[in-house]
């Protein structure tokens, strides 16, 4: 390890301040464009020492967990950049995976996040000799920084990290570290444990004494599996009421939801049959169905129900069909999509390639590509666009305040 002066050039894809070295880059974190530092460097990793001039773009972070401390938490790596400047960082992380594949679309501006939106949050936890660790593992370790806030987080979720404590307290079954996924819902939270051993009736009877000492729990789960629900968790799909299945995917913010679903829906125009490919509980599928008919296939058996459940119990809604499939494994052919006017699709991270060949051979005259990754949305545009498809519009929906994540929508229509 040796101790350097450097300039940052720019902000890499994590988020880390990139400085150029003569035997390649160095990342530095919680450093910026323009600075100049001292760092302990160790291989391509700097650790800032001491600074020289402070980026103008450089504010004071809002939460006491962040920052390059040991006291600090891996959650957000960019709460010390400006609004402006962050937003543009957001958008250029699109821009430039796009590039990489030779696609120069028109990208819109960044839909914002803020503060207090994020109502799915998941937590590290560990139980201690003397108290249930409860928060976010420090940046490129193990180690889990127990936090008392948490900004990004709905604030129903932060005034309750007391209860979820108590809670994943009677769930651990030793000191191995597990998941607790949280989701505030409209009935309460849902709260999701995962990675733990199976639960005796010793801890089951804790667990629902501990609940049922508290107020606004809606259900608690345990590797899938439902140990109490005082009351079905219940969110909201544009007007639609649907009850998700335990630790099942739900957008993180539900201020990007709407944004991504008016996008979409703005996207079909009039089309009459729409196909929802990776529907999940029907966040797109259910808000469709006002004004065209909406085939949603999904792989996930407990999602598709949820989803077929609240289309069946909800007024002003067009037919909604379902049908569970793997199309990782057993894509739509052509034969199966020329009955649809248009098509969604929002893959996990992975993206959607081998599904989006058979689009590309299909006739579909509207296309609304929703992604969690620029490179994988990139990749799959491009096969689009060589067959004959045009990118009307990309825009980036940030839903991961302060992290290097980024969500996209693009419209695409056939030549």
């Known amino acids: 390890m040796s101790t350097v002066h450097v300039t940052i050039n720019r902000l890499g894809g994590q988020g880390d301040g990139v400085a150029n070295g003569e035997d390649g880059p160095v990342y530095v974190p919680y450093a910026l464009p323009g600075e100049t530092l001292a760092i302990a460097r160790n291989g391509d990793h700097g650790t800032v020492m001491s600074t020289g001039n402070l980026s103008p773009d450089r504010i004071e972070p809002v939460c006491r967990h962040f920052g390059p401390d040991g006291d600090a938490c891996g959650g957000c790596s960019l709460q010390h950049l400006a609004k402006g400047p962050y937003n543009d960082f957001k958008r250029?992380?699109?821009?430039?995976?796009?590039?990489?594949?030779?696609?120069?679309?028109?990208?819109?501006?960044?839909?914002?996040?803020?503060?207090?939106?994020?109502?799915r949050t998941v937590f590290s936890a560990r139980k201690t000799e003397k108290e249930l660790l409860l928060g976010y593992n420090r940046a490129e370790t193990n180690h889990i920084i127990s936090i008392v806030e948490c900004p990004i987080a709905a604030p129903g979720i932060v005034a309750r990290l007391d209860a979820i404590r108590a809670i994943g307290m009677a769930l651990a079954t030793g000191s191995e570290t597990f998941r607790i996924s949280v989701l505030e819902s409209l009935s309460g939270l849902d709260i999701?444990?995962?990675?733990?051993?199976?639960?005796?009736?010793?801890?089951?009877?804790?667990?629902?004494?501990?609940?049922?000492?508290?107020?606004?729990?809606?259900?608690?789960?345990?590797?899938?599996?439902?140990?109490?629900?005082?009351?079905?968790?219940?969110?909201?799909?544009?007007?639609?009421?649907?009850?998700?299945?335990p630790g099942s995917f739900t957008q993180a913010t539900k201020e990007a939801e709407e944004a991504m679903a008016t996008l979409v829906h703005g996207h079909m125009g009039k089309a009459k049959?729409?196909?929802d490919l990776f529907a999940g509980s029907g966040t797109f599928a259910?808000?469709?169905?006002?004004?065209?008919?909406?085939?949603?296939v999904e792989s996930d058996d407990k999602a598709l129900k949820a989803l077929d459940h609240a289309a069946r119990n909800s007024q002003g809604l067009k037919p909604v069909s379902i049908e569970k499939r793997d199309l990782f494994r057993r894509p739509l052919i052509p034969m199966d999509l020329k009955h649809f006017d248009a098509v969604v699709?929002?893959?996990?991270?992975?993206?959607?390639?081998v599904q989006v060949k058979e689009l590309a051979r299909s006739n579909i005259k509207t296309i609304a590509a929703v992604s969690c990754n620029p490179l994988t949305l990139a990749r799959d545009l491009r096969i689009l666009v060589d067959a004959g498809y045009r990118i009307v519009s990309v825009t980036p929906v940030d839903q991961f305040l302060w992290s290097p994540h980024v969500e996209a929508v693009a419209l695409l229509s056939k030549v």
Do not use: M, W, Y
């Not at 259910?286 to 949603?296: D, E, F, K, P, Y």
């Not at 699709?345 to 390639?353: I, T």
């Open 92 to 119: 250029q992380l699109v821009i430039d995976a796009l590039k990489s594949k030779g696609l120069t679309p028109d990208v819109k501006e960044t839909v914002e996040c803020h503060p207090g939106e994020r109502r």
């Open 192 to 245: 999701a444990a995962e990675g733990l051993k199976p639960l005796s009736d010793k801890q089951r009877r804790k667990v629902t004494e501990t609940v049922l000492a508290l107020k606004g729990i809606a259900r608690v789960s345990a590797n899938g599996e439902i140990v109490l629900e005082p009351q079905k968790p219940v969110i909201d799909f544009g007007g639609v009421k649907v009850s998700p299945p």
């Open 273 to 275: 049959r729409v196909l």
């Open 286 to 296: 259910l808000q469709l169905a006002r004004t065209a008919r909406v085939h949603a």
């Open 345 to 353: 699709f929002d893959p996990p991270r992975a993206g959607a390639e």
